[in-house]
């Protein structure tokens, strides 16, 4: 094993939403990651997962990128900017060469890093129009960054197993517990490290469901999805102000 320690850092997609322990918190992709490397490791392996819901770009480096290189890993998962491309207020080049910067500091210090280009989540989503372009920038960004500074890039845009609705929670924004279990299959392969293969096992797809009750089903995520998330971009708040991260030290893994 090459690596020692895993840093994980950005937001939901990275803390694990929605893919519930039975105490409420969150395991995903980056749990399950960090329990195969550790299986092959051995005991003294170390995790960490300073990834917290909500967070925008420039909270994440502000407040996670200092802590992971203070914590001096071998390996660091770096996802971040996918809520900064819903607001309206998006500014694709600066985020895209502070992104360069932020993968050239993480490097720097001899760590390998974990890239992602996004899958499409665009596809079950209102407002299709405005915000796909920005995900379509932004994966070529995180490519192009990838190949210029030596990372482990993540392709799950070129995944097409990820337009199946089961790999996403109900929300239609965060995946499901397939949905990370087969991110972190992406993972592992791409660090050229064997997974159960379960984890690659894609559910089955849905019944087409009949026009009145998709369009009954497009009304209850809207009141009970899309109608909190536009109060909190009115007011201000974020889905993750009162989270704190859920493994804040670098130490052993245990679930």
């Not at 937001?11 to 395991?27: K, V």
């Not at 109900?170 to 392969?189: E, F, P, Y």
């Amino acid at each position: 094993m090459r690596w020692r320690s895993f840093v994980a850092v950005g937001d939901s997609f990275t803390e694990g939403m929605d893919d519930a322990y039975p105490d409420g918190t969150y395991r995903g992709w980056a749990d399950l990651v960090a329990t195969r490397l550790a299986a092959e490791a051995g005991p003294d392996f170390g995790y960490a997962n300073l990834a917290i819901r909500g967070r925008l770009f420039p909270s994440v480096v502000a407040e996670q990128v200092p802590a992971a290189l203070a914590m001096k890993p071998d390996l660091i998962s770096f996802a971040a900017g996918g809520n900064d491309a819903l607001r309206r207020n998006f500014d694709p080049d600066t985020l895209v060469t502070r992104f360069d910067d932020v993968v050239r500091q993480l490097r720097s210090g001899g760590a390998d890093v974990i890239l992602f280009r996004f899958a499409d989540v665009m596809a079950r989503l209102p407002g299709q129009r405005l915000v796909a372009p920005r995900m379509e920038l932004m994966n070529r960004a995180v490519g192009e960054t990838a190949e210029r500074h030596g990372a482990i890039l993540v392709d799950l845009y070129a995944d097409d197993t990820f337009l199946n609705p089961m790999l996403w929670s109900t929300d239609r924004l965060h995946l499901s517990a397939a949905g990370h279990r087969r991110v972190a299959a992406q993972v592992l392969t791409a660090l050229g490290v064997g997974c159960d293969e379960e984890w690659l096992l894609v559910p089955e797809q849905p019944a087409p469901t009949p026009w009145l009750a998709a369009r009954a089903a497009d009304l209850r995520w809207a009141g009970q999805h899309l109608a909190p998330w536009i109060k909190r971009r009115l007011t201000g708040r974020s889905s993750g102000d009162t989270v704190t991260a859920k493994r804040p030290l670098l130490g052993p893994v245990s679930d």
